[in-house]
C-alpha cells in the first residue's frame, strides 16, 4: 500500500513514469526490509533491455525521422489523394488512408499525429471541413501507427512476453486493416449525415501520375513488411534495410533528404530511444518485485471470481485497460499491466499470448484518444489550435467504433493470428 500511494504521489507531481518506477521499486525493498534485493536491481535492469529484439526500436524510429526529414510523408498523403475519387467526404478517406501508409514506417501514435496533424488539417479546412472534425479525425487515423507494423508497442510487448517480435508485428495487419474500414465506414455514415465536401475531381490520367509519381515510396513498408512475411529478414533485420531504403528514397526519390541531416536525425533518434528503452530497463525492475510481491497471484484470485471463462476475462480486461490507458501513455501502460495480466490470461484462462497482445496494445492506444488526458487530442491540438474536449465529441463515432472493434477482436482470436506461420 505504501509503494502504490509512493508511486501515484510522484506520477501525479510529473516525475518520469520510468524514474516512478525505479524510485516505487527502492520504497517497496525498504518498507518490506529485503535489502539484499538491492543486489539485484541493476542487474535486473540491465537484463531488461539486454534482448535482440529491442534493437528494432532505434531502427524504427531512425526510418520515422528519415522519412519526415525527406518528404516521404508528403509523397505518401499524395498517392492516398490519386487513390480516392469525387467521392463525399474524400479528404477525409485520404487522412485515414494515408495514415495508414504512414503507420506501416512510423508506428508512434503521438508522432503521427504531430505530422500528419501539420499536413492534411489545413488542406481539410482549405477545401470546407470544420477544423476540429479534421483534427478528430487525423487523431483516430494516428491510431493505427503502434498497430501496423513496424510498432514500438509490440515490439515492447513481444519483450515483455516473451514472444516472436515478428509474430507480434504480423499480429497487427488483420487489426489495422479491420480498424481502417470501420474508420471508413463511420465517415460514409457523417458524410451522408452532414454532408462533408467532395474531393477535387480529378482526371483519370492525373491520378494515375500522381500514384506513379509518389508509389517509389511504398518501397520502405514493402521491404520492412514484405521481408518478415518471406521469411527472408527478422523484424531488426527489415528495420536496418528499411533504414538504408528509406535514405535512398530520400535522397534519390523525393531528393529532400541529404546526408548532412544525419546528425541530427541521428541525436534525436538516439534521445527517444534512449527514453523507451530507459522505460523497458525500469519495467524488468517493476515485473521483478511484482512476482517477488506475489501481485499477480492476488490479481488471478480476484479476477477468478469475476471472470468465469477467457471470453469475460477479455472483455473484463478491456475495461480495465480503457481505464488505464485514459491517463497514462501506451508503453508505460504496458509495462505496468502486462506483468500482471499475462500470467492470469495464459496459465488460467489458455489465451495464446500473441493474440492477448493485440487486445492490449489496441486498448492502450485507444486510452490516447480517450478523457480525461487524451494525449493524441493534445498534440492535435498544440498543432492545429483546435480544442481536445470538442474534438473528442465531435469524433465520438470514431470512438464507439473502436470500441465494437476491440470487441470483435475479443471474440475472435483469428483476427489476430490468421497471418502469422
Same mark, same amino acid.
Given at each position: 500500500?505504501?509503494t502504490?500511494?509512493?508511486?501515484l504521489?510522484?506520477?501525479?507531481?510529473?516525475?518520469?513514469?520510468?524514474?516512478?518506477?525505479?524510485?516505487?521499486?527502492?520504497?517497496?525493498?525498504?518498507?518490506?526490509? %529485503?535489502?539484499?534485493?538491492?543486489?539485484?536491481?541493476?542487474?535486473?535492469?540491465?537484463g531488461?533491455?539486454?534482448? *535482440?529484439?529491442?534493437?528494432?526500436?532505434?531502427?524504427?524510429?531512425?526510418?520515422?525521422?528519415?522519412?519526415?526529414?525527406?518528404?516521404?510523408?508528403?509523397?505518401?498523403?499524395?498517392?492516398?489523394?490519386?487513390?480516392?475519387?469525387?467521392?463525399?467526404? !474524400?479528404?477525409?478517406?485520404?487522412?485515414?488512408?494515408?495514415?495508414?501508409?504512414?503507420?506501416?514506417?512510423?508506428?508512434?501514435?503521438?508522432?503521427?499525429? %504531430?505530422?500528419?496533424?501539420?499536413?492534411?488539417?489545413p +488542406?481539410?479546412?482549405?477545401?470546407?471541413y470544420?477544423?476540429?472534425f479534421?483534427?478528430?479525425?487525423?487523431?483516430?487515423?494516428?491510431? #493505427?501507427?503502434?498497430?501496423?507494423?513496424?510498432?514500438?508497442?509490440?515490439?515492447?510487448?513481444?519483450?515483455?512476453?516473451?514472444?516472436?517480435?515478428?509474430?507480434?508485428?504480423? @499480429?497487427?495487419?488483420?487489426?489495422?486493416?479491420?480498424?481502417? #474500414?470501420?474508420f471508413?465506414?463511420?465517415?460514409?455514415?457523417?458524410?451522408?449525415? *452532414?454532408? *462533408?465536401?467532395?474531393? +477535387?475531381?480529378?482526371?483519370l490520367?492525373?491520378?494515375?501520375?500522381t500514384?506513379?509519381?509518389?508509389?517509389?515510396?511504398?518501397?520502405?513498408?514493402?521491404?520492412?513488411v514484405g521481408s518478415?512475411l518471406? !521469411?527472408?529478414?527478422?523484424?531488426?533485420?527489415?528495420?536496418?534495410?528499411? @533504414?538504408?531504403?528509406?535514405?535512398?528514397?530520400g535522397?534519390?526519390?523525393?531528393? +529532400?533528404?541529404?546526408?548532412?541531416? #544525419?546528425?541530427?536525425?541521428?541525436?534525436?533518434?538516439?534521445?527517444?530511444?534512449?527514453?523507451?528503452?530507459?522505460?523497458?530497463?525500469?519495467?524488468?525492475?517493476?515485473?521483478w518485485?511484482?512476482?517477488?510481491?506475489?501481485?499477480?497471484?492476488?490479481?488471478?484470485?480476484?479476477?477468478?471470481?469475476?471472470?468465469?471463462?477467457?471470453?469475460?476475462f477479455?472483455?473484463?480486461?478491456?475495461?480495465?485497460l480503457?481505464?488505464?490507458?485514459t491517463?497514462?501513455?501506451?508503453?508505460?501502460?504496458?509495462?505496468?499491466?502486462?506483468?500482471i495480466?499475462?500470467?492470469? @490470461?495464459?496459465?488460467?484462462?489458455?489465451?495464446?499470448?500473441r493474440?492477448?497482445?493485440?487486445?492490449v496494445?489496441?486498448?492502450?492506444?485507444? !486510452?490516447l484518444?480517450?478523457?480525461?488526458?487524451?494525449?493524441?487530442?493534445?498534440?492535435?491540438?498544440?498543432?492545429?489550435?483546435?480544442?481536445p !474536449?470538442?474534438?473528442?465529441?465531435?469524433? #465520438?463515432?470514431?470512438f464507439?467504433?473502436?470500441?465494437?472493434?476491440l470487441?470483435?477482436?475479443?471474440?475472435?482470436?483469428?483476427l489476430?493470428?490468421?497471418l502469422?506461420?
Amino acid at each position: 500500500m505504501i509503494t502504490s500511494i509512493f508511486f501515484l504521489a510522484i506520477m501525479l507531481l510529473g516525475v518520469p513514469i520510468g524514474v516512478c518506477l525505479c524510485l516505487a521499486g527502492i520504497v517497496y525493498i525498504v518498507d518490506t526490509d %529485503a535489502t539484499v534485493l538491492f543486489q539485484s536491481f541493476p542487474t535486473q535492469m540491465f537484463g531488461g533491455v539486454d534482448s *535482440y529484439g529491442l534493437i528494432a526500436i532505434p531502427l524504427f524510429i531512425l526510418i520515422g525521422e528519415i522519412m519526415s526529414s525527406g518528404g516521404i510523408t508528403r509523397r505518401l498523403v499524395s498517392l492516398a489523394m490519386g487513390f480516392v475519387g469525387s467521392v463525399r467526404g !474524400g479528404l477525409a478517406y485520404v487522412n485515414i488512408l494515408a495514415n495508414m501508409m504512414l503507420a506501416s514506417i512510423i508506428g508512434s501514435a503521438t508522432a503521427q499525429v %504531430a505530422i500528419m496533424s501539420k499536413i492534411m488539417v489545413p +488542406e481539410m479546412e482549405r477545401q470546407g471541413y470544420d477544423k476540429t472534425f479534421a483534427a478528430g479525425v487525423t487523431v483516430y487515423g494516428g491510431m #493505427l501507427g503502434p498497430i501496423i507494423p513496424p510498432s514500438v508497442m509490440f515490439v515492447v510487448y513481444s519483450v515483455l512476453a516473451q514472444v516472436a517480435v515478428g509474430d507480434m508485428l504480423m @499480429a497487427g495487419i488483420l487489426p489495422g486493416i479491420l480498424l481502417t #474500414l470501420l474508420f471508413f465506414l463511420v465517415i460514409a455514415c457523417m458524410g451522408f449525415i *452532414y454532408n *462533408y465536401p467532395r474531393s +477535387e475531381r480529378k482526371t483519370l490520367r492525373e491520378r494515375a501520375r500522381t500514384i506513379v509519381q509518389a508509389s517509389p515510396t511504398l518501397l520502405i513498408p514493402i521491404v520492412i513488411v514484405g521481408s518478415i512475411l518471406a !521469411g527472408v529478414a527478422n523484424p531488426t533485420e527489415s528495420a536496418a534495410v528499411g @533504414a538504408l531504403v528509406s535514405a535512398l528514397v530520400g535522397k534519390f526519390v523525393t531528393r +529532400e533528404f541529404r546526408f548532412a541531416m #544525419l546528425p541530427q536525425i541521428l541525436l534525436r533518434s538516439a534521445v527517444y530511444s534512449a527514453i523507451v528503452l530507459f522505460l523497458v530497463a525500469a519495467a524488468a525492475v517493476f515485473s521483478w518485485l511484482l512476482i517477488y510481491g506475489k501481485v499477480p497471484q492476488a490479481a488471478a484470485a480476484w479476477i477468478q471470481t469475476v471472470a468465469k471463462d477467457p471470453v469475460s476475462f477479455l472483455l473484463l480486461t478491456n475495461v480495465i485497460l480503457l481505464v488505464i490507458g485514459t491517463v497514462i501513455d501506451g508503453i508505460p501502460g504496458l509495462i505496468m499491466t502486462v506483468p500482471i495480466l499475462l500470467p492470469i @490470461a495464459t496459465e488460467i484462462y489458455h489465451i495464446d499470448p500473441r493474440h492477448f497482445g493485440v487486445v492490449v496494445v489496441v486498448n492502450l492506444v485507444l !486510452g490516447l484518444m480517450s478523457p480525461p488526458v487524451g494525449l493524441s487530442f493534445f498534440v492535435a491540438a498544440a498543432v492545429t489550435g483546435a480544442k481536445p !474536449g470538442k474534438m473528442f465529441l465531435v469524433t #465520438l463515432p470514431f470512438f464507439l467504433i473502436c470500441c465494437i472493434a476491440l470487441v470483435l477482436l475479443s471474440l475472435f482470436p483469428q483476427l489476430s493470428l490468421a497471418l502469422i506461420k
